[in-house]
């Protein structure tokens, strides 16, 4: 029986490319979204995987969500927290609502999400958790400072639960893009995209595909002895000492 990977956000952008990794792998892909409807429905058609409405952000929706994935493929063996918002703002301009929602989904998920299968994992002596973090989490934003908290955060949470999962089979490891193409990144103004491709050293935005080719690797059996680490994957823009 194939094993169960969910991707959190994974009906869009880089999400959308780790469910369709992960399905060629083999696994059966349960891909969670928060609102859009019409994606959901276009990656069901296109990648023949199941899609489940929950919201990340509350412990409760997430549980029902696990509830009805497991009842439905199986417990899941690997868990992809990929779900993010941006709520971008200068600090002197940041609200308290904009700080709240961006750590809500960007970092509570995580918790939401791996609490559910954490025991399941345990008691399977296997499992893969790999939390999407990003090339800001590491060296910070203007503008984003609830951002690049919560995606330091998620460094900070995968180094600790690496080491309670390693005697039991699971590893914990992070993957940072840096720029990907991504229909957001392509929204931004053409004059300023210029300005940060001229900042990576490779010359070009990354693909979603490569975020997803490292996903696919940390999933494997192979992959057993990498955990609690920080893949980057940002054309050599930020390299963390």
């Not at 490319?17 to 349960?30: M, Q, T, Y």
């Not at 559910?116 to 060296?139: A, F, L, T, Y």
């Not at 900042?199 to 975020?211: D, H, Q, S």
Request: charged residues 20%; proline residues 2%; hydrophobic residues 40%.
């Amino acid at each position: 029986m194939a094993k169960v990977a969910l991707v959190t956000g994974g009906t869009r952008g880089i999400g959308r490319a780790i469910s369709e990794r992960l399905k060629a792998d083999g696994f059966a892909v349960a891909a969670n979204f928060a609102g859009n409807e019409e994606a959901a429905r276009q990656c069901e058609a296109d990648l023949g995987i199941k899609c489940y409405k929950f919201d990340v952000a509350s412990f409760e929706s997430t549980q029902e969500g696990l509830k009805q994935i497991e009842s439905e493929l199986g417990p899941v063996d690997v868990v992809v927290n990929n779900a993010g918002i941006t709520r971008d703002a200068p600090f002197h301009k940041m609200t308290l609502e904009q700080w709240n929602e961006v750590i809500s989904v960007d970092l509570t998920s995580a918790f939401n999400v791996t609490r559910q299968v954490w025991d399941g994992m345990r008691e399977r002596n296997w499992g893969r958790i790999i939390n999407i973090s990003s090339i800001n989490g590491q060296k910070g934003q203007f503008g984003q400072a609830n951002y690049s908290a919560a995606k330091a955060g998620l460094i900070g949470f995968t180094k600790a639960l690496a080491q309670e999962g390693a005697k039991k089979g699971i590893t914990v490891n992070v993957v940072a893009p840096g720029y990907i193409d991504t229909d957001m990144v392509r929204a931004v103004p053409e004059k300023v995209l210029e300005s940060i491709i001229g900042t990576i050293p490779v010359g070009r935005l990354g693909k979603a595909e490569e975020i997803a080719s490292m996903c696919s690797y940390l999933s494997k059996d192979e992959a057993a002895f990498i955990t609690g680490a920080t893949m980057t994957v940002n054309g050599a823009q930020y390299i963390a000492g």
